[in-house]
């Protein structure tokens, strides 16, 4: 199947990078990379339920500091290795993801992303006030200095951040080529007409919020050793939003290259700026970016080079499903 | 926690004089959001940027903020007729709103708020009046004058749009433009220029509002995040555009949040707010055709 | 003969304003019912109660032998009910094949009625396209069409669902001589393939010569349901029309 095929390219993708970054010999790549495979992740989340069902979470900031703070509170009960804390992040995060859906998907959607950034606050209230997990002073999760056979540890996280995101672009590939991928655009396209084709929209929002957040909180649970000193402050950190909702936004919210396109872009660029300019100003750059690109380049990055691929001479007949653009003379409102 | 009749009723009194400055900071939102549909959530941006005008005429002059927010309101006022213009072009227009329209607002959002970050840093700014400061002493009640003064302006403030809203043609208009569109075209009312004059006058009171905040409390640039789920919540439970529901939703809130501070500690009051518009969200009967 | 559709005592307001007044009509299999009334009389209302889409405040509908109060808009879809809408509402990002390929996918694979391979499905979704004259615009976007053409679309979309009660709503509006008599042609020839249908119509030439039955609706309350040469002669049908 395709699919299998897809992952394991990506995966050799993911390789051939992890040995570029070796040959540089310096450490900081990791970093670096990892950061920006971590908003891989985070965008490629967003997009399943902002740009498939149309349906816009402020909130990424929670997901992610759930799958954080779900790490720190298993590790003060007993250690375990990193990818088991990514799969109880992803749980936590998903059963979250589930239970907000719940509450607020059959109301309109800008009442549902109202809601999502209610919701992050709360967590982010509760979070502060549970001492357990350190409370608003903050938690140390103690990094090793090394693991075999992979050196330093920063490489080890690398990986497995590798793994998730393309364990995430495979997940939104898979979906969008599936029934699910179909039913989900009728959701964003128009949701009445959804449910009087058959489409039960409410389950399928659920399945949406609940894979979205539970990819967040995957992203997030190694966050703390990333880190070393996690605090609130650091996990439910707006950047976190506003990235996730820029790199899908800029990069094309159609399918799963936009949001890649978009984290690898705006990743890299921030992480460029944080070291030459002030991080400060870098976030300006992604507000301005994301603000102008939504009004000029309502599709992206991908939607433009769609609009040149499809003026070409040659005539190649555009991708079944585009963005639903200006101007469409059927729209009802 | 020490229970005292004398705390207990200086929460709910200090609770209903933050609700009616609440009301101020929502009204320009019942405006945009209950009444145009607009999800502006870059409404506590605006409002941060007006506090720092007046801190800064203050800071230099000396200038009593109040008054200084409201020589500025016309420039808030073609702000918003600006924005919302471009929001039309962009988006309405299209029928996008819903996705790229909030993500435009909230790239405002974060642009108006790293913008006042570059400048100002993080330290908290506040204004010197001479009505900063001095506590009025009724009974047991403790009233600073800091909060009971952009109280009774926040009133005034209120009043003032009701009365615009419901007096006026343009009030009119303005309430008409959200039923019937249509109906207004056939009137020679171009609902386009009711909908910029609407948004305007919604960015306009962010001005006034913006100072009444920074009188009651120190402002930095991250301030207004608390604002936005508070906002959304007022408005929400306020009835969506009724100025009147809006300021009795906010002294509720008000309320709550002060009891909650007073008696819980005040690191769990930002869960108030967002907490009733949760649950106002997750009971209303709101359908997918209803509102 | 049981109803396969029961609607009784139904009534919906919004606020204090009554759109739907106790309405009860019944539908037999294989029926094609006419519904009219003047502009605003809750046509429309009607149907979105009936399907789902909006919620009666009293009264029951029954459809098929089962009771559908309570049930989901895409629930009653998959029992057999499909619609148009007034406006119509294609889904704007998906070719017309893909359009299609909605109902068939989530009602009619449900129901396992269709065979999941793709290329069955496509082949579903060209043939109805022909059914209604779209074939030549299968891969276009609903953009791309004429507002007519949007109508067509509307109705193969409401005939993939391969429903027993079709209600077509205005599907007309808007339409030449030639091609209101298209409509009604395929229509006619669904009612021989055993689908009831409610056709509503302001087209009263379509409706008279469609219709073995006649309902009409004016503020609300149902004031004829017979033979539409009866309906039509009611001195309170006629008033309706021409103002009060």
Redesign the interface.
């Known amino acids: 199947m395709r699919s299998d095929l897809f992952f394991l390219v990506c995966l050799a993708v993911g390789a051939a990078i992890f040995a570029a970054a070796l040959a540089l010999g310096n450490d900081y790549y990791f970093f670096a990379g990892y950061v920006v495979l971590q908003y891989v992740v985070l965008a490629t989340a967003w997009n399943i339920l ?2 498939y069902c ?1 349906y ?1 979470n ?1 909130g990424s900031a929670a997901f992610f500091a759930l799958g954080a703070y779900s790490t720190v509170a298993t590790h003060k009960l007993f250690p375990v290795p990193i990818p088991v804390l990514v799969i109880i992040g992803g749980a936590v995060s998903g059963v979250v993801g589930f239970g907000m859906g719940y ?2 998907l ?6 549902f ?3 999502t ?3 992050a ?2 967590l ?3 979070i ?2 549970w001492d357990f997990v350190g409370g ?1 002073r903050g938690a140390y999760v103690v990094r090793p200095e090394a693991i075999a056979p992979f050196g330093s540890y920063i490489k080890y996280l690398f990986l497995i951040m590798m793994l998730l995101a393309v364990g995430a672009i495979t997940v939104a590939r898979v979906i969008e080529r599936s ?1 699910l991928g ?2 989900f ?2 959701i ?15 389950r399928l929002k659920l399945i949406a919020t609940t894979i979205s957040g539970g990819l967040m909180g995957m992203a997030g649970a190694p966050f703390p050793y990333y880190i070393g000193f996690l605090q609130p402050s650091s996990a439910f950190s ?1 950047d976190y ?2 990235n996730s ?2 790199m899908p ?1 800029i990069g094309g ?2 399918s799963w290259v936009g949001p890649l396109i978009g984290a690898v872009l705006l990743g890299s660029l921030q992480q460029i700026a944080t070291v030459t300019i002030s991080s ?2 870098n ?2 750059i ?3 970016l ?2 102008g690109f ?2 000029v380049a ?1 599709n992206g990055i991908t939607g433009l080079v769609k609009k040149y691929i499809q003026h070409r001479p040659l005539g190649q ?1 555009g991708p ?14 | 926690m020490i229970f005292s009749f004398d705390l207990l009723i200086n929460a709910i009194v200090s609770g209903i004089l933050i609700g009616a400055f609440y009301a101020a900071v929502t009204a320009g939102v019942s405006i945009s959001f209950g009444i145009l549909d607009i999800v502006n959530i870059a409404h506590p941006a605006f409002i941060i940027l007006g506090s720092y005008i007046a801190y800064i005429v203050n800071a230099s002059f000396g200038f009593d903020p109040i008054i200084t927010s409201i020589v500025v309101t016309p420039a808030f006022y073609a702000l918003g007729a600006g924005i919302y213009q471009v929001y039309y072009v962009s988006f309405e227009k299209r029928g996008q709103e819903s996705l790229r329209g909030l993500a435009f607002f909230f790239g405002l959002l974060f642009i108006t708020e790293v913008t006042l970050v570059l400048y100002f840093g993080v330290d908290y700014r506040y204004v010197e009046a001479p009505y900063i400061g001095p506590t009025w002493h009724v009974g047991p009640l403790d009233i600073p004058l800091r909060i009971l003064m952009p109280c009774l302006v926040s009133l005034l403030l209120i009043a003032a749009l009701q009365l615009v809203l419901t007096r006026t043609f343009i009030g009119r208009a303005i309430m008409a433009v959200a039923q019937d569109q249509f109906a207004l075209k056939l009137l020679a009312v171009d609902p386009i220029r009711i909908k910029r004059i609407a948004f305007g006058i919604s960015i306009a009171s962010a001005s006034l509002a913006g100072a009444f905040l920074i009188i009651i409390q120190p402002v930095e640039p991250s301030v207004g995040r608390e604002y936005i789920g508070r906002v959304f919540a007022i408005c929400v439970l306020g009835g969506m555009g009724s100025l009147p529901g809006t300021v009795i939703a906010a002294m509720l809130v008000g309320v709550f949040e002060s009891l909650t501070s007073t008696f819980y500690g005040p690191s769990w009051a930002p869960a108030v707010s967002f907490g009733f518009l949760l649950l106002t969200l997750a009971v209303r009967p709101a359908g997918l055709l209803g509102r | 003969m049981s109803k396969l559709l029961a609607v009784d005592n139904l009534s919906k307001r919004f606020g204090g304003f009554v759109a739907l007044d106790n309405i009860s009509i019944a539908v037999n299999p294989g029926e094609r019912v006419g519904l009219i009334g003047p502009n605003g009389s809750g046509k429309s209302t009607l149907v979105n109660c009936i399907c789902g889409t909006l919620q009666n405040e009293t009264g029951s509908v029954r459809f098929d032998g089962h009771l559908l109060d309570g049930r989901n808009a895409h629930q009653r879809t998959r029992r057999g009910l499909a619609r148009t809408f007034q406006l119509p509402r294609p889904f704007a990002s998906l070719n017309l094949v893909d359009n299609l390929r909605i109902p068939l996918l989530y009602t009619v694979s449900v129901r396992g009625s269709v065979g999941h391979s793709p290329r069955a499905v496509e082949g579903r979704c060209i043939d109805l396209l022909r059914q209604v004259g779209l074939e030549g615009k299968a891969s276009r976007l609903p953009r791309e069409l004429t507002q007519v053409e949007m109508r067509k679309l509307e109705l193969a979309r409401a005939m993939a669902a391969e429903p027993k009660l079709l209600i077509a709503d205005e599907s007309m509006a808007g339409l030449t001589h030639s091609e209101v008599e298209e409509i009604l042609s395929l229509l006619v020839r669904l009612n021989d393939q055993g689908v009831t249908i409610i056709l509503i119509e302001h087209i009263m030439r379509a409706v008279m010569s469609f219709s073995q039955r006649l309902v009409v609706l004016v503020s609300g309350r149902k004031v004829a349901d017979g033979d539409p040469n009866d309906v039509v002669r009611d001195p309170e049908v006629e008033r309706a029309y021409l103002g009060q």
């Open positions: 902002g740009g149309g816009v402020f509450l607020t059959r109301l309109r959607g800008a009442f992303a109202i809601a950034l209610a919701l606050v709360v982010q209230t509760l502060v006030n608003s029934r179909y039913g655009a009728t964003r396209d128009d949701e009445l007409a959804a449910e009087a084709s058959g489409v039960p929209t409410l707006l939003a506003v909702i820029a936004l919210t159609t400060a100003v976030l300006l992604v507000g301005f994301l603000v939504v009004i309502p007949v079944r499903r585009v963005d639903a653009d200006a101007d469409a003379p059927g729209r009802v409102p």
